[in-house]
């Protein structure tokens, strides 16, 4: 069964840091580009990063640009999201995601992890 | 505000055919990236429903259709069931900011 399990939210303190970790299972992993999706509580969802097969190209939303980074290591299929100098407004449910292509369709989505950015 | 604009609300009646219409601009789905279509169900992750404008995923129900047009995009949804009641994202790729999702519409089934 083709999965992606996120974990690693939790709460933290404005300015602090966090990472996240999404470990894939049921497909060839280094096949695919990956990506980060939030959703703030009652809010859309908003791309966040995204980094292709084999880790040489990254994206950022401009929103994150310089505080977050994106990473994955492939013999461990799994892709991670180191978060820096986190803010009030970060505070969201992280989804990891497949990308079929790039640019292109999420077509695999994990259920998520929460991170709440609150003093 | 996000790059690409959704109707907050659609609602129908059982049976009904309702559409959600996604609007761009010449950065991203007039530049002839392709649209694709989300579901989200409440509580639950996004699940992919249109790809590449108008294709469907295995185990997506032909009631559910995309269109592509100029900076548009439309979903369609016909003989609305009371499980169709959902939030749904049309999402893009820009050529300034990369992946881009709409706003999001609720849809209610009356």
């Known amino acids: 069964e083709v999965q992606l399990v996120e ?3 939790g709460v933290v303190r404005p300015g602090g840091s966090l990472r996240l ?18 959703q703030a509580p009652g809010k859309g ?12 190209s990254t994206g950022y939303a401009d929103s994150v640009k310089g505080r977050f980074t ?7 299929n799994s892709l991670y999201l180191q978060m820096n100098s986190l803010r009030a407004e970060d505070t ?14 999420m077509d695999v989505w994990g259920k998520g992890t929460t991170v709440t950015v609150s003093s | 505000q996000s790059v690409l604009t959704q109707p907050p609300s659609v609602s129908g009646a059982p049976g009904q055919r309702v559409t959600i219409s996604c609007t761009g601009s010449s950065s ?6 392709d649209v694709h279509w989300y579901q989200q169900l409440p509580g639950t992750a996004p699940k992919l429903l249109i790809y590449d404008n108008n294709n469907r995923p295995s185990g997506v129900p032909d009631r559910f259709s995309g269109s592509k047009s100029g900076t548009s995009a439309s979903l ?5 069931q009371a499980e169709d009641e959902a939030d749904f994202y049309c999402q893009s790729y820009d050529s300034h900011l990369s992946v881009v999702f ?4 609720k849809l209610t089934v009356l």
């Open chain 2, 76 to 80: 369609a949804i016909t003989g609305l």
């Open chain 1, 21 to 38: 970790s999404c470990a894939a299972s049921g497909f060839t992993f280094d096949d695919y580009g990956m990506s980060w999706v939030r």
């Open chain 2, 28 to 33: 991203n789905i007039g530049a002839g990236y």
């Open chain 1, 92 to 105: 969201a449910l992280y989804y990891c995601a497949r990308d079929f292509t790039t640019p292109g369709h």
């Open chain 1, 70 to 76: 994106i990473s994955r290591d492939n013999a461990k």
């Open chain 1, 45 to 56: 969802l908003e791309w966040v990063s995204g980094i292709i097969w084999n880790g040489g």
């Open chain 2, 102 to 105: 709409g706003g999001g519409t």
């Open chain 1, 7 to 9: 974990s690693g939210g």
